[in-house]
């Protein structure tokens, strides 16, 4: 640029730093409010999602917690805030207050044994973060809010554990012949021990050729269920039929049985709870019989909820329970509510 009159060419140079100076500072306020921005979202997305998981025990719950932890830490601007309280009911409590003082947007709860929530569970009501119960449910459920439940039907898989039992007696001809049977429970107290026992008890009834001989818990794990049958084995004059309530449980079983000389899934019929992946690997080695479904994957679950709630959607207060199958070495036992699948057919699409 030419300027002509030289009386302007200071004035000029000053105004050009002007010019600089106002850029600078448009820019500068343009980064400002796009870093504001972008704080702001991310802070509105920010979803703390807190789990309190009872422990270790299975290959259920280890299914289980990898199915809710993959979900939530896979999905966008939602973060995991989790608790493995190692079986122990004081520190599912501790940890329910820690969620509580960390201000988590949603809590996820399962409980150890189904009493003794009353007042911590109020706790997280008076706090007003939104409670979603999954897997065993507290006693106190109908006294507390809660946003959504799900977790399996404990009361039908106790009974189709039994019904399998009894109708397969039935097909092969041992209808008629008294057999004595064995129930291994799992933890004393929690849902699935006392639903899964309801239901074995109850459809024990049905089958007046099935008695009842033994009846303890072994905790739902490997270990206790192999203790507890070698000591049956040891006391206990005969058994035909093993129900367990877990497959983690009948896998230690098995191994006792074994030890002792016998053949599991013929000299004893042994049906499971759980279908995890090595259970239907026994069944089709001819060790185990059946095993009643009861499924970990809440993942898609727990994601699809804490959405529909994110987007002001409501939940009746009821308990949602999913469509379970039942899995075994003959197929095509009826059970009333679900027919048997052979569990040789469906082993390779198992995920857990
Ligand atoms: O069946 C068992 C586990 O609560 C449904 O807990 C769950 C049970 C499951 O450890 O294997």
Not at 65 to 90: F, M, P, R, V
Not at 143 to 168: L, M
Not at 186 to 213: D, I
Request: hydrophobic share 45%.
């Amino acid at each position: 640029m030419l300027i002509e009159d030289p009386s302007l060419i200071g004035k000029t140079k000053i105004f050009r730093k002007e010019v600089k100076t106002m850029k600078k500072i448009l820019a500068l306020a343009i980064v400002l409010v796009m870093i504001a921005s972008l704080s702001v979202a991310a802070y509105a997305d920010d979803v703390k999602v807190a789990f309190s998981q009872i422990g270790q025990e299975s290959d259920w719950r280890t299914a289980n917690t990898d199915s809710i932890k993959g979900t939530i830490e896979a999905h966008d601007g939602w973060t995991l805030i989790y608790d493995d309280a190692q079986q122990k009911q004081e520190n599912q409590i501790k940890a329910l207050r820690n969620f509580i003082t960390q201000g988590v947007d949603y809590i996820l709860f399962t409980g150890v044994v189904e009493t003794g929530w009353d007042e911590v569970l109020a706790e997280v009501n008076e706090a007003e973060i939104p409670l979603i119960l999954i897997d065993r449910m507290p006693d106190c459920a109908d006294k507390i809010d809660y946003v959504a439940a799900f977790g399996g039907d404990f009361v039908e898989e106790g009974r189709r554990q039994v019904a399998w039992a009894g109708e397969y007696l039935k097909s092969i001809g041992r209808g008629d012949e008294e057999v004595c049977v064995a129930i291994m429970e799992g933890t004393t107290g929690s849902g699935a021990q006392v639903g899964r026992t309801e239901g074995n008890l109850a459809a024990l009834k049905e089958y007046p050729n099935m008695k009842l001989v033994a009846q303890q818990s072994g905790n739902f794990t490997r270990t206790e269920g192999q203790a507890v049958m070698e000591a049956w084995l040891k006391s206990v004059d005969k058994i035909d039929v093993l129900i367990v309530q877990n497959d983690d449980m009948g896998l230690g079983a098995i191994d006792a049985i074994k030890a002792a000389g016998l053949v599991p899934g013929k000299d004893i019929i042994i049906v499971g709870c759980d279908s995890v992946k090595a259970a239907f690997e026994a069944i089709v080695a001819g060790e185990m019989n059946a095993t009643i479904e009861c499924t970990p994957l809440y993942g898609p679950f727990v994601e699809k909820t804490i959405e529909d709630l994110e987007a002001g959607k409501t939940f009746e207060k009821t308990i949602l329970h999913p469509e379970e199958g039942v899995y075994d070495c003959v197929g095509g036992i009826d059970l009333g509510t679900v027919t048997s699948v052979l569990a040789a057919d469906v082993i390779d699409s198992r995920v857990y």
